[in-house]
């Protein structure tokens, strides 16, 4: 075993050992009942394939994405088998994204287990039934929506598409639209230059998809049936949650509607149950045959509509029950309720009231036409089901509920970055089930909870009680050169002076001893009030699956630049003293470095960057690929009209280049990232021009160095604060110098010694993308 391999397991034990038992618990059921469970709802899926005739009961997404292709290689066996390591990645999957999204790994893992080992979950994996990929689409939406933290136009789109799959699937993913967009429109993330037009064109994508792939079904729909639609079981669905509680004599009913009234006094309805008006009273065996030409159906819809707008408040009470009933402590079952046993692991093989013979011709025509039990093996898979093998009601609950309180803001949650992110998954849920229990209550209806509120609730607590903290970085080695001694790692060039002092002061009164997310992206601000505002706004929450905040260093300004700063949601802090970028960008990695911060990132106030191009510095970072990332106009573009300053671009890299033997295309592109090891080992002590006084230190100390082509925008407001052409140029040049000869005096005194960081046997090219 790889020491790589040894050292994953190891931090991942809680979650290797949940897989195991999932795992274990599968080959169990695989073992117990061959070759799959067929329930009611299994064999009208197998009789569609083929036509896919959209005018049933259950839509065709099942049979049309995972039952027909999987029919095509295998049977019946290999159609669960693959249910089953579906189910796991669908856990694992769970996991990735908590992590990714800035959980502790035991929290994620419990996240995971839900889907791992309850046996209600277990169970529906070996049916021929549409839960598992209806299951599957929810996560995917989420994890699209969330994994790289800015939900753009183009990743909506698609998003909406994948919603819109689920609802194709399972009908009661219509309204997941809703939270979704709402999610979209709130998440921050997204360009500073666009703002809510973004934003709302985002929503309007995710919309435009999600509505696209259902027009199109409901014109397949009618191409069968001549009628639009996405199934034609509404109105008896609709009929079975009014039928139970309409007062038929009391509701102006028409003489058609009137006869598809129950007769049954409504504490009988209720005892006989929805699914009994839903799937056997709407027989026109049951009622007096209606007029020539009168759709029944139609019919029904129409009776639903006066109960509901007659008597909303019944059908409503009669919803949020059966909503509640999900969060039980146990699994019970209420009078009416669809029987609690269909959906228990049995010790002879369930028929669901079909003949064994009607079973046996199904799994003839796609199995070996036979069926078997392990009567041990299905009697443990029971034991375990009822002796509490199953997610309680009550921790889903607890999970809502704290996501709910994250998404208010309570404890860190308001600074966290995941409010909006707790708010995906919680309000997919709520809207899930609650639908469901529009329709009727089944505990098979709350399996989508099993994914969803586990998932909300770990963001919740993480966003409440903080993110999980950064991995230590591995032992450094180096078989060239030796590690510099602590005097010459020491921060004394970058020591806070009075003027620091005052500032770090006045930032722990206003914020305590708040730590950071792993990235901070620090703006040192002097009088940009005008743009600021916008550059904030754009800010993402996450990027690269960390979480994100934003820390302005106001320098001295004399407009109202702090006020926009904390009006705008950055951590700030001010500066009693204007001295300069330089100084100001020091404090700043000062307290990135002291609060906890893994990664910094450094940008203008000014606009002129593109947030959104904040993973392709931070990716190389994370992957250890690079220890400091920089962006190149020169790679990429430039928006500028100065001829002279773009010129004075090219010069100044040349001049870099040729002082430190590697090349570089950008010595002052503000829109950088690197490890916050490498900002505290660099000597600074350049009160402006700091860029390339950082570059070069960074190059001497053999740290590795990847630019990237990026984006230079003109200004959106305010004016630069450099000054003429000749004077900057002089100063840069200068500082070029300066710090060149500063560090070459430092390394050959130290002979070989480097800052600890990431160390290279040798001064690497700068790498370009």
């Given at each position: 075993?790889?020491?790589?391999?040894?050292?994953?397991?190891?931090?991942?034990?809680?979650?290797?050992?949940?897989?195991?038992?999932?795992?274990?618990?599968?080959?169990?059921?695989?073992?117990?009942?061959?070759?799959?469970?067929?329930?009611?709802?299994?064999?009208?899926?197998?009789?569609?394939?083929?036509?896919?005739?959209?005018?049933?009961?259950?839509?065709?997404?099942?049979?049309?994405?995972?039952?027909?292709?999987?029919?095509?290689?295998?049977?019946?066996?290999?159609?669960?088998?693959?249910?089953?390591?579906?189910?796991?990645?669908?856990?694992?999957?769970?996991?990735?994204?908590?992590?990714?999204?800035?959980?502790?790994?035991?929290?994620?893992?419990?996240?995971?287990?839900?889907?791992?080992?309850?046996?209600?979950?277990?169970?529906?994996?070996?049916?021929?039934?549409?839960?598992?990929?209806?299951?599957?689409?929810?996560?995917?939406?989420?994890?699209?929506?969330?994994?790289?933290?800015?939900?753009?136009?183009?990743?909506?789109?698609?998003?909406?598409?994948?919603?819109?799959?689920?609802?194709?699937?399972?009908?009661?993913?219509?309204?997941?639209?809703?939270?979704?967009?709402?999610?979209?429109?709130?998440?921050?993330?997204?360009?500073?230059?666009?703002?809510?037009?973004?934003?709302?064109?985002?929503?309007?994508?995710?919309?435009?998809?999600?509505?696209?792939?259902?027009?199109?079904?409901?014109?397949?729909?009618?191409?069968w049936t001549g009628v639009p639609a996405l199934s034609t079981s509404t109105g008896s669905v609709l009929y079975g949650r009014t039928a139970v509680v309409a007062?038929?004599?009391?509701?102006?009913?028409?003489?058609?509607?009137?006869?598809?009234?129950?007769?049954?006094?409504?504490?009988?309805?209720?005892?006989?149950?929805?699914?009994?008006?839903?799937?056997?009273?709407?027989?026109?065996?049951?009622?007096?045959?209606?007029?020539?030409?009168?759709?029944?159906?139609?019919?029904?819809?129409?009776?639903?509509?006066?109960?509901?707008?007659?008597?909303?408040?019944?059908?409503?009470?009669?919803?949020?029950?059966?909503?509640?009933?999900?969060?039980?402590?146990?699994?019970?079952?209420?009078?009416?309720?669809?029987?609690?046993?269909?959906?228990?692991?049995?010790?002879?093989?369930?028929?669901?009231?079909?003949?064994?013979?009607?079973?046996?011709?199904?799994?003839?025509?796609?199995?070996?036409?036979?069926?078997?039990?392990?009567?041990?093996?299905?009697?443990?898979?029971?034991?375990?089901?009822?002796?509490?093998?199953?997610?309680?009601?009550?921790?889903?609950?607890?999970?809502?509920?704290?996501?709910?309180?994250?998404?208010?803001?309570?404890?860190?949650?308001?600074?966290?970055?995941?409010?909006?992110?707790?708010?995906?998954?919680?309000?997919?849920?709520?809207?899930?089930?609650?639908?469901?229990?529009?329709?009727?209550?089944?505990?098979?209806?709350?399996?989508?909870?099993?994914?969803?509120?586990?998932?909300?609730?770990?963001?919740?607590?993480?966003?409440?009680?903080?993110?999980?903290?950064?991995?230590?970085?591995?032992?450094?080695?180096?078989?060239?050169?030796?590690?510099?001694?602590?005097?010459?790692?020491?921060?004394?060039?970058?020591?806070?002076?009075?003027?620091?002092?005052?500032?770090?002061?006045?930032?722990?009164?206003?914020?305590?001893?708040?730590?950071?997310?792993?990235?901070?992206?620090?703006?040192?601000?002097?009088?940009?009030?005008?743009?600021?505002?916008?550059?904030?706004?754009?800010?993402?929450?996450?990027?690269?699956?960390?979480?994100?905040?934003?820390?302005?260093?106001?320098?001295?300004?004399?407009?109202?630049?702090?006020?926009?700063?904390?009006?705008?949601?950055?951590?700030?802090?001010?500066?009693?003293?204007?001295?300069?970028?330089?100084?100001?960008?020091?404090?700043?990695?000062?307290?990135?470095?002291?609060?906890?911060?893994?990664?910094?990132?450094?940008?203008?106030?000014?606009?002129?960057?593109?947030?959104?191009?904040?993973?392709?510095?931070?990716?190389?970072?994370?992957?250890?690929?690079?220890?400091?990332?920089?962006?190149?106009?020169?790679?990429?573009?430039?928006?500028?009209?100065?001829?002279?300053?773009?010129?004075?671009?090219?010069?100044?890299?040349?001049?870099?280049?040729?002082?430190?033997?590697?090349?570089?295309?950008?010595?002052?592109?503000?829109?950088?990232?690197?490890?916050?090891?490498?900002?505290?080992?660099?000597?600074?002590?350049?009160?402006?021009?700091?860029?390339?006084?950082?570059?070069?230190?960074?190059?001497?100390?053999?740290?590795?160095?990847?630019?990237?082509?990026?984006?230079?925008?003109?200004?959106?407001?305010?004016?630069?604060?450099?000054?003429?052409?000749?004077?900057?140029?002089?100063?840069?040049?200068?500082?070029?110098?300066?710090?060149?000869?500063?560090?070459?005096?430092?390394?050959?005194?130290?002979?070989?010694?480097?800052?600890?960081?990431?160390?290279?046997?040798?001064?690497?090219?700068?790498?370009?993308?």
């Amino acid at each position: 075993m790889t020491p790589t391999l040894t050292r994953g397991l190891r931090h991942h034990w809680l979650m290797v050992v949940l897989v195991l038992g999932g795992i274990g618990l599968r080959v169990v059921v695989e073992l117990a009942y061959q070759p799959a469970l067929l329930y009611i709802d299994s064999y009208r899926y197998l009789q569609n394939l083929g036509a896919f005739f959209p005018g049933g009961l259950n839509p065709i997404g099942y049979e049309l994405l995972l039952l027909g292709p999987l029919l095509l290689i295998g049977d019946l066996g290999f159609v669960v088998l693959v249910q089953h390591l579906l189910g796991l990645a669908l856990a694992i999957a769970i996991y990735v994204l908590l992590l990714r999204l800035g959980c502790r790994r035991w929290i994620a893992a419990l996240a995971a287990a839900p889907v791992l080992l309850d046996a209600y979950q277990l169970q529906i994996e070996h049916l021929i039934m549409s839960d598992l990929l209806f299951q599957i689409l929810l996560l995917v939406a989420v994890i699209l929506l969330t994994w790289r933290g800015t939900p753009g136009p183009r990743l909506a789109a698609v998003a909406g598409v994948v919603l819109a799959t689920s609802v194709i699937v399972r009908l009661v993913g219509v309204a997941l639209v809703v939270p979704a967009a709402v999610f979209v429109l709130l998440a921050a993330g997204l360009r500073p230059r666009d703002g809510w037009k973004r934003r709302l064109l985002s929503a309007g994508a995710l919309a435009a998809g999600f509505v696209a792939v259902l027009f199109g079904y409901a014109m397949y729909h009618m191409i069968w049936t001549g009628v639009p639609a996405l199934s034609t079981s509404t109105g008896s669905v609709l009929y079975g949650r009014t039928a139970v509680v309409a007062e038929c004599e009391k509701l102006d009913l028409t003489p058609e509607e009137r006869r598809v009234c129950p007769d049954e006094p409504i504490p009988q309805r209720k005892l006989n149950g929805i699914d009994y008006y839903v799937h056997y009273f709407h027989n026109e065996d049951n009622v007096e045959a209606l007029p020539e030409g009168f759709d029944y159906s139609a019919v029904q819809h129409s009776f639903a509509v006066q109960v509901i707008l007659n008597q909303p408040f019944d059908v409503l009470g009669g919803v949020l029950q059966d909503f509640l009933k999900g969060f039980a402590p146990t699994r019970t079952q209420s009078p009416g309720d669809v029987p609690l046993s269909r959906w228990q692991f049995q010790t002879s093989y369930p028929m669901y009231g079909q003949q064994p013979e009607y079973v046996a011709k199904w799994l003839e025509r796609y199995d070996d036409g036979t069926y078997s039990v392990n009567e041990d093996l299905a009697g443990f898979l029971r034991t375990y089901q009822l002796g509490g093998g199953y997610a309680p009601g009550t921790v889903l609950g607890a999970a809502l509920l704290i996501a709910g309180a994250a998404v208010l803001g309570l404890g860190r949650a308001r600074r966290s970055g995941l409010r909006a992110v707790c708010l995906l998954p919680a309000g997919m849920a709520v809207t899930v089930l609650m639908t469901a229990a529009a329709l009727e209550f089944s505990w098979r209806y709350q399996l989508p909870g099993l994914v969803l509120l586990p998932v909300a609730g770990a963001l919740g607590i993480t966003a409440i009680t903080g993110r999980r903290p950064p991995d230590s970085p591995g032992p450094v080695t180096n078989t060239t050169a030796t590690t510099a001694s602590p005097k010459e790692n020491t921060m004394a060039p970058n020591s806070p002076d009075e003027v620091d002092r005052a500032a770090l002061d006045d930032y722990a009164e206003r914020y305590g001893g708040r730590r950071f997310a792993p990235v901070v992206v620090l703006i040192a601000a002097y009088n940009e009030e005008e743009a600021l505002g916008g550059v904030l706004d754009g800010m993402p929450a996450t990027s690269c699956g960390f979480d994100v905040d934003t820390l302005v260093v106001v320098d001295g300004a004399t407009d109202n630049t702090g006020e926009v700063a904390l009006r705008h949601g950055a951590q700030t802090c001010t500066v009693p003293a204007n001295r300069g970028q330089g100084a100001a960008l020091r404090l700043g990695y000062r307290l990135a470095a002291e609060r906890g911060a893994r990664y910094v990132v450094t940008t203008d106030a000014d606009g002129q960057y593109d947030i959104a191009e904040l993973p392709k510095l931070l990716q190389p970072l994370i992957e250890d690929e690079a220890d400091f990332v920089t962006g190149s106009r020169r790679l990429g573009s430039s928006e500028t009209t100065d001829s002279l300053r773009r010129a004075g671009t090219y010069v100044f890299a040349w001049l870099v280049s040729a002082l430190t033997g590697q090349r570089v295309t950008d010595t002052s592109f503000g829109f950088r990232a690197m490890k916050v090891e490498v900002a505290a080992a660099v000597r600074l002590e350049q009160p402006q021009y700091q860029s390339s006084e950082l570059l070069v230190g960074i190059l001497a100390h053999k740290y590795r160095v990847l630019e990237q082509p990026m984006t230079m925008h003109a200004r959106t407001a305010g004016h630069s604060k450099k000054g003429n052409n000749l004077f900057y140029g002089y100063r840069y040049a200068k500082v070029v110098f300066t710090t060149w000869l500063r560090e070459r005096r430092t390394r050959s005194h130290t002979s070989g010694a480097t800052a600890v960081g990431t160390v290279t046997e040798s001064a690497p090219a700068i790498g370009e993308r």
